[in-house]
């Protein structure tokens, strides 16, 4: 099967539709776990443990240049002004913006685990007890099936 024709068939199926969807989602999801993070979470971080504020926390590499007037350990500032640093603050936000992320799928995928699995659970309940129920039986048709047997096995017309 040639590429263009696969693709094709690809996109019929309608799974580029939902990947899409959820990468939308996602996306906005992002926005949602990033204001979170940045708004609630690491100001109640920071609170707890004394007034931490990550998004300073940097390891200057490079030398300030000269004429610079603004604070040495403000990390946005000193990115403008052009010294090399590594802002591992940054880091430590975007890893607990993971983890956040990650619990809220895990939740997700357990509650949709948990609703398979007892709708399965139910199917088969149902599937037992109907395979299970004695059906009564008629009599006069009994009685017919086995006519209708010894016709076949004779070489009967039937």
Same mark, same amino acid.
């Given at each position: ?52 504020d990550f998004s300073n926390w940097f390891l200057q590499l490079g030398e300030i240049p000269e004429g610079?007037?603004g604070a040495l350990d403000n990390y946005e500032q000193l990115k403008e002004a052009g010294v090399a ?14 983890f956040i992320v990650a619990f809220a799928l895990f939740m997700l995928v357990r509650s949709v685990n948990?609703?398979?699995? &007892?709708?399965?659970? +139910?199917?088969? /309940? ?6 299970? *129920? ?7 048709? &009994?009685?017919?099936? +086995?006519?209708? /047997? ?6 009967? *017309?039937?």
């Amino acid at each position: 099967m040639s590429l263009g024709k696969e693709f094709k068939k690809f996109v019929a199926r309608g799974n580029v539709v939902d990947l899409a969807v959820g990468v939308v989602i996602g996306a906005a999801f992002s926005g949602i776990v990033t204001q979170l993070t940045e708004a609630i979470i690491m100001p109640l971080i920071g609170w707890i443990f004394g007034d931490i504020d990550f998004s300073n926390w940097f390891l200057q590499l490079g030398e300030i240049p000269e004429g610079y007037e603004g604070a040495l350990d403000n990390y946005e500032q000193l990115k403008e002004a052009g010294v090399a640093m590594i802002g591992y603050g940054a880091l430590i936000t975007a890893v607990i913006n993971f983890f956040i992320v990650a619990f809220a799928l895990f939740m997700l995928v357990r509650s949709v685990n948990k609703i398979t699995e &007892d709708m399965q659970r +139910k199917a088969a /309940a149902t599937e037992d007890s109907s395979t299970n *129920a004695d059906v009564p039986t008629n009599p006069e048709l &009994d009685v017919l099936k +086995k006519i209708l /047997a010894e016709l076949r096995k004779d070489g009967g *017309a039937a």
